[in-house]
């Protein structure tokens, strides 16, 4: 009886062993339009599509109402409205999300038809050609100027800054997120509109 | 009857030995552990052959081109991915070096913030290398650090100052957190982020962190800068006054800036050792507990299947050598930022005896699981004794010392920092064979970053 038990466990300990060795394996690549869970998890704490349509959601129902928009709705012609990169003083590359936010924005404000939008490749090109080919990046100091340069009455640009900590089991980072439309003749704030966005790992 | 007890007794010996060489084998040939995956990698950045240091890291992380990141970066692969990144940045590639540490340093962090209670039991039960990787300080500071210089290079203060803000979280979680203080990596980090903000026009900020350059022996070539900033901002402090004491800020005139930063050589990195225990408790027994050491010599008494598997510290490489850097045909005077071998190998000092007891603790393990196999077939079964020791050969097989580092982080970092009249300038920077050289435009108040990282 004895031999039988340990003839039974030898018999078993390769195949638990190879089981253990094949654990874990095997990845598949998912659509999301098959399975809309996928973009449900947060995967890090860099923005992701659903932190920048909560916040665009939030951000843009708050600027139909505004008395800005009121204005832009009653000019005739629609003024010219330039679109700039949005500041990233955060500890996170979150440019090309960023970019997205701006990109959603855009295609907002268009589809309102209250507005002109400049298109943000003559943008890039003005940027060019206020900064010198050497320092090609956007300047926010220089926001005005590169609005004046294209012909834009106001422009649309925005702030994110972050509080980012690390202790032994987490890391958090806490967004703040700047919206508004300035005056590019006075420099006066318009409209500005604040959402918080906060990722972490732990 | 006895006859007949022993075939059958032979008969499934041999079944139980061949099921367990099937078993086994491909462990004991496959888990050479992480030096082993990278051993191509070294040789070919020994010959001086980056490009193919590339294509054999590529070939470890299955992917196709430096360009492709492994579908799987939770594990091991993201320390091969950090590998990957350096030697792009000795390259010359930036943009991919630069993806290659964003997509390490978010992995790395995660595995850190992963490990659990069950990782320290794995490591003392099973396997030196079943825990999750936790990346050493210096590691983790030095991400953000050649990152940082990656973006300099490009010209794109935007991401530099990202990276100076992630550099700044960590330097605060080991100060605060885990009272780690003044890694000699922040000496270069900070440089970096002090020219980084000087450069973004953040004066206060550049200032800040030039002073906790200052703190660090070297980085002289701050004094002229701390000069030229400070009127312009309103932070001090006792180093940043000592600066000040008695120099006149420099004037203006029509000169442009370049920063130059040469790493060389290689860290050690860690190799796998397997001696046998009555070795290991001579070279080892102030490290071990006086009740493991017992079991442990009681162990050695036996002489049968008793080797403890361990890593250590392979030397470096090129620390000696000294590096070039020739600007129209003049040699400019580079001072060291940093020693990272030596960083290395202080922090080995501080886990060196916590490894080795936990090897001698796998070992310990090990013996009891077979004692335990003994026990459960009988103390005079010849079954069991062969299944005990087939067991303990089994996990010393699978036991696979962690010899995970980033290996290719460079011996020691050199910087210097030089104005030049506006024009055009020939740079030559050269070190252990490796060279670049570089046309660069100079005009007024310009600024540029020439690097240089041979990892030979």
């Known amino acids: ?202 | 009857m006895r006859s007949r007890l022993l075939e059958t007794g032979g008969r499934h010996l041999q079944r139980f030995a061949a099921a367990l060489a099937l078993v086994v084998t491909p462990w004991v040939v496959g888990c050479g552990g992480h030096e082993a995956r990278t051993l191509k990698m070294r040789t070919a950045l020994d010959a001086g052959n980056a490009k193919a240091a590339i294509e054999a890291v590529n070939e470890e992380l299955d992917v196709k081109s430096g360009k492709d990141l492994p579908k799987d970066i939770k594990g091991d692969n993201a320390i091969l991915v950090l590998d990957r990144a350096s030697i792009q940045q000795g390259l010359i590639d930036f943009p991919l070096s630069k993806q290659d540490f964003e997509a390490a340093d978010k992995s790395i962090d995660m595995l850190d913030l992963a490990r659990n209670a069950g990782d320290s039991i794995g490591e003392y039960v099973f396997s030196g290398s079943s825990g999750r990787y936790q990346a050493p300080p210096y590691e983790k500071l030095m991400i953000n650090t050649l990152n940082m210089l990656n973006y300099l290079e490009t010209r794109d203060l935007n991401g530099a100052r990202i990276e100076a803000r992630r550099l700044s979280v960590m330097q605060k979680y080991y100060r605060d957190t885990l009272d780690k203080k003044d890694n000699p990596v922040l000496g270069l980090g900070s440089l970096l982020a002090g020219f980084t903000y000087e450069k973004s026009g953040e004066v206060d900020e550049a200032l800040r962190y030039y002073d906790e350059a200052l703190a660090f022996t070297g980085f002289q070539t701050i004094g002229e800068s701390v000069r030229r900033l400070a009127p312009l901002g309103s932070y001090r402090s006792p180093r940043i006054a000592a600066v000040l004491k008695g120099e006149e800020k420099p004037g203006d005139d029509d000169t442009g800036e370049v920063l130059f930063v040469v790493g060389y050589g290689r860290v050690a990195h860690k190799i796998s050792n397997r001696i046998p225990i009555g070795l290991a408790l001579t070279y080892f027994s102030g490290a071990i507990s006086p009740n493991d050491r017992v079991a442990a010599n009681k162990i050695a008494a036996q002489g049968l299947v008793t080797w403890v598997n361990f890593p250590s510290l392979a030397p470096g490489r090129g620390k000696w050598d000294i590096p070039s850097c020739r600007l129209d045909n003049e040699y400019v005077q580079l001072e060291e930022a940093v020693d990272v071998d030596t960083q290395v190998r202080e922090e080995w000092k501080k886990i060196e005896g916590k490894i080795i007891v936990s090897a001698i603790t796998r070992l310990i393990a090990r013996f009891a699981v077979g004692q335990g196999i003994q026990a459960a077939a009988g103390k005079d079964s010849v079954i069991g004794l062969v299944a005990s020791l087939g067991a303990q050969a089994t996990l010393t097989a699978l036991d696979t010392p962690d010899t995970r580092s980033w290996e290719t982080l460079p011996a020691r970092i050199a910087v210097a920092r030089v104005r030049l009249p506006a024009g055009r300038h020939r740079v030559v920077v050269d070190a252990r064979g490796w060279a670049r050289t570089q046309e660069i435009a100079v005009e007024k108040g310009s600024w540029q970053v020439v690097s240089l990282m041979a990892l030979r």
């Not at chain 1, 298109?119 to 926010?140: H, K, L, Y």
């Open chain 1, 1 to 202: 009886m004895k031999l039988r038990f340990t003839r039974r466990s030898f018999a078993a300990l390769p195949f638990a062993l190879l089981t253990l060795n094949t654990l874990g394996c095997g990845k598949e690549v998912v659509r999301g339009s098959n399975d809309p869970s996928i973009d449900n998890n947060a995967l890090s704490t860099g923005l992701d599509k659903d932190d920048i349509q909560r916040a665009l959601k939030e951000t843009l129902n708050n600027l139909r109402a505004a008395p800005v928009m009121n204005e832009w709705r009653s000019t005739n012609p629609p003024p010219n409205v330039a679109i700039f990169p949005i500041q990233n003083s955060t500890s996170e590359h979150i440019d090309s999300m960023l970019d997205a936010l701006l990109g959603e924005a855009e295609s907002w404000l268009v589809e309102s038809g209250t507005v002109q939008v400049i298109s943000r490749e003559r943008q890039t090109q003005m940027i060019r050609e206020v900064e010198g080919q050497q320092t090609a990046a956007f300047n926010p100091a220089h926001a005005a100027k590169y609005g004046k340069q294209l012909g834009a009455k106001y422009f649309i640009t925005g702030k994110i800054s972050g509080n980012d900590e690390r202790s032994e089991d987490m890391r958090r980072v806490q967004y703040f997120l700047f919206l508004q439309v300035i005056d590019v003749e006075t420099s006066a704030i318009k409209w500005q509109r604040k959402t918080y966005i906060t990722k972490a790992i732990k």
